[in-house]
């Protein structure tokens, strides 16, 4: 079938386009005739993007005021409010997903999806986050202590079925008690934590507020640092020089100060860093670090289906609106390894954003997608009219 006439929106830029979908792929892109009785849906200039895809998500955080209220869930719980917020955030227009996890379920998660069992956005799971023992994010984590539990406990991961292995270099704001400037695991575990991931083919990310928690894993050769809150110069040229990702999550500390109790650790927390992330942010920007957009959906009032503000928060602090939608869709592809997506080129999966306008001159034209398509399937969206024709057309 042929999209005609849309505002195509990816790294290729702006411009004016056809987009024939095959099957769960898109076939070509560009100036298409139709082929033969192809049925073909007019889109009278709406803007056609990848879906979008959020490098930083948690599933099974759902907004609370306090991770706490989370800790107490069974496994079934655990599973069930995940696959409610992986519907939600597939229908607001992400179809790809990089999911922190929580226990051992996010894996699961990611399993059923995959076998079109629920709805949600293709996901890559890993299962506990490993922190040091009493460290951030404990209560739902993999505690270490010594690099050979640190090696141990990334086996474990893997065997679960984790594409990845995600690690607390420093403390967090919403565990009480961790401190978010200060390292929290010691060089020989970091480094054991990496090697072992690598060994297993598997990436790394590592949670980050403090530079100095950031450097020693960019030292060990982390691929992707999370929130990079309290960056200095140095941090952030090591960034540039090994060629690691930086994963900024500017709606989480953005919800935070605007919602917490002011009372609360986490908000006192974060409001003393805010200025200061923001400003980690524009320097990276500015030296050029790669930048993958994530939300850290699910922390506190930071809801999911509400991801594509990121990319307005990039935009609104240093990046030009055109690089914050790459950032969130082909670069964040590509920094989680979901491989043929988070682009309009023939051959990757046809997961399509349809907005009314292109959304680089407005960018809260993405909080509201038209139609969402995922694998040549429409799978949500407000507009009838596109909604209908596009629904027959894919079903021919
Ligand atoms: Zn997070």
Redesign the pocket.
């Known amino acids: 079938m042929l999209l005609r006439d849309a505002t195509l929106v990816d790294s290729a830029g702006v411009r004016v386009g056809d987009v024939r979908i095959d099957g769960d792929r898109i076939a070509d892109t560009g100036d298409l005739a139709p082929h033969g009785d192809e049925p073909v849906v007019d889109l009278d200039g709406t803007a056609v993007l990848p879906g979008l895809v959020d490098a930083?998500v948690?599933y099974s955080l759902s907004g609370e005021p306090s991770v706490e209220d989370v800790i107490g869930m069974s496994d079934a719980e655990l599973a069930l409010t995940e696959a409610r917020n992986a519907r939600a955030t597939l229908e607001a227009g992400v179809t790809g997903v990089r999911v922190?996890g929580a226990r051992d379920v996010d894996v699961e998660v990611r399993d059923r999806i995959a076998a079109g069992d629920i709805p949600g956005p293709r996901t890559v799971a890993n299962c506990r986050s490993i922190t040091a023992t009493g460290g951030h994010g404990h209560h739902l984590g993999r505690e270490i202590t010594g690099a050979d539990d640190a090696r141990r406990a990334v086996r474990e991961q893997a065997k679960l079925g984790a594409d990845f292995i995600k690690f607390m270099v420093t403390g967090g704001v919403t565990t009480p008690g961790s401190d978010p400037g200060a390292v929290a695991l010691t060089d020989a575990e970091i480094d054991a934590i990496v090697d072992e991931a690598h060994r297993q083919g598997l990436h790394t990310a590592t949670?980050a507020h403090g530079s100095a928690g950031a450097k020693a894993a960019i030292e060990a050769g982390v691929d992707t640092v999370?929130h990079g809150t309290l960056l200095d110069e140095e941090g952030t040229e090591m960034l540039v020089r090994e060629d690691v990702t930086l994963v900024p999550?500017l709606s989480?500390p953005h919800h935070i100060v605007r919602n917490v109790d002011a009372a609360a650790e986490e908000r006192t927390q974060t409001e003393a860093v805010y200025e200061r992330h923001l400003e980690s942010f524009r320097r990276a920007v500015e030296a050029g670090v790669r930048v993958a957009g994530g939300t850290?959906a699910g922390?506190p009032y930071n809801m999911h289906g509400a991801n594509a503000a990121e990319i307005q928060f990039m935009h609104d602090h240093a990046m030009d609106a055109l690089d914050a939608v790459v950032a969130m869709t082909e670069t964040a592809a590509d920094a989680v390894g979901l491989d043929d997506q988070g682009t309009l080129e023939p051959g990757t999966y046809a997961d399509l954003l349809l907005v009314d306008g292109d959304p680089t001159d407005d960018l809260t034209r993405l909080n509201d997608p038209s139609v969402v398509v995922k694998g040549g399937e429409v799978v949500a969206g407000g507009d009838p009219r596109i909604r209908r024709a596009l629904a027959d057309a894919l079903a021919d």
């Open positions: 930083h948690h922190m949670h999370e999550t989480a850290d922390t």
